[in-house]
Each structure stands twice: as C-alpha cells, then as structure tokens.
C-alpha cells in the first residue's frame, strides 16, 4: 500500500477508535449525560481534532451513535449531533492558537443548540437562558476542565499517538 493509503487508513483507523471512546464514555455516564443539567464525560474529546483531523468525524459519529444507543429523541440526534459536529470543526480551526481557546467552540455550540433541543424536543419546563447557562456549566467541566487535561495528557505524545493524517 503506499503512503497516501495508509494515511487513510490511519485516519478511518483513528476517528473510527475516537467515535468508539466517546460512545463507551457516554453510555458509561448516561446517568448524567443527559437533561438540563448534564456532565457529558465524553465531550472532553471534542479537544481531539486539535491533534488530528480525523477527530472531527470522531467525536461527531461518537456523539450521534451514543444518542441513538441511548434512545435520544430525533431532534436530539441530528442537532445534539451537529452541535458536537461544529464544535469540533471549530476547534480544529484554533488548533495553532492558545490550548485555552480549543475548548471553547463545543462549549458555545452545545450551550446554544441543547438548551433549544431539551425545550422543543423533551419539553424541558426550564426558560432556554437558564437551561444554555446549565447546559454551559456541564460543556466547561467537560470540554474545559476535562478536555484540557486530555490535552494536557495527550500533548506531550502528539507526534507518537498522532501521526500525521493529511
């Protein structure tokens, strides 16, 4: 095979382990993965497509399998699913800036789309504000605290664990 087919290899090889990690993850906190107050253990991925492209496709077919399994409503699927999907493009997009500024696009998205998602779709009783304040706590102990200690975790092996994809 030569190098431009192990590249793709590599990079199904590793949004395929990363989708995997983040379902495990969820399914392992369902508990409080879900609602107007949720900690969503697996989001700390969504600092992965700072090492690696292929952890866009990752934590977004993560994220849309885990609410499938978990029997997340439609609404909830697709735009629970795109929230985690523009998060993660985003912070590949800052990938040269500040680590501090990785976590913040899947904060932003999650905090504005959820809250619209748990109001419409799971008929929430809670105003959208302070379910997007809720729902922003839960993304910031998970993408900001969490996903900033993977990366701190994960940075110092990046050239090892992550080869390079494109």
Same mark, same amino acid.
């Given at each position: 095979?030569?190098s431009?087919?192990q !590249?793709? =290899?590599?990079?199904?090889?590793q949004?395929a382990?990363?989708a995997?990690?983040?379902?495990v993850l969820?399914?392992?906190?369902?508990?409080?993965?879900?609602?107007?107050?949720q900690?969503?253990?697996s989001e700390?991925?969504?600092?992965?497509?700072?090492f690696?492209?292929?952890? !866009?496709?990752?934590?977004?077919?993560?994220?849309?399998i885990?609410n499938?399994?978990t029997?997340a409503l439609?609404?909830? =699927?697709?735009?629970?699913? +795109?929230?985690t999907l523009?998060?993660a493009v985003f912070?590949?997009?800052?990938r040269?800036?500040?680590?501090?500024?990785?976590? +913040?696009?899947?904060?932003?998205?999650?905090?504005v =789309?959820?809250?619209f998602?748990?109001k419409?779709?799971?008929?929430?009783?809670?105003?959208?504000p302070f379910?997007m304040?809720?729902?922003?706590?839960?993304? =910031?102990?998970?993408?900001?605290?969490?996903?900033?200690?993977?990366?701190?975790?994960l940075?110092?092996?990046?050239?090892?664990?992550f080869?390079k994809?494109?």
């Amino acid at each position: 095979m030569n190098s431009n087919g192990q !590249i793709h =290899v590599l990079f199904v090889a590793q949004a395929a382990m990363i989708a995997a990690i983040y379902v495990v993850l969820t399914v392992i906190g369902a508990s409080f993965a879900f609602g107007p107050v949720q900690i969503r253990l697996s989001e700390a991925l969504t600092i992965l497509p700072v090492f690696t492209p292929a952890g !866009i496709p990752g934590v977004f077919l993560g994220c849309l399998i885990s609410n499938i399994i978990t029997g997340a409503l439609l609404p909830d =699927v697709i735009f629970g699913s +795109l929230a985690t999907l523009i998060g993660a493009v985003f912070t590949w997009m800052l990938r040269n800036q500040s680590k501090f500024l990785a976590p +913040l696009p899947p904060i932003i998205a999650n905090a504005v =789309v959820v809250p619209f998602v748990l109001k419409y779709a799971y008929m929430e009783p809670f105003p959208i504000p302070f379910m997007m304040l809720t729902v922003g706590i839960g993304e =910031v102990v998970s993408c900001g605290v969490l996903g900033l200690i993977l990366y701190g975790a994960l940075n110092k092996y990046r050239n090892i664990i992550f080869k390079k994809t494109v």
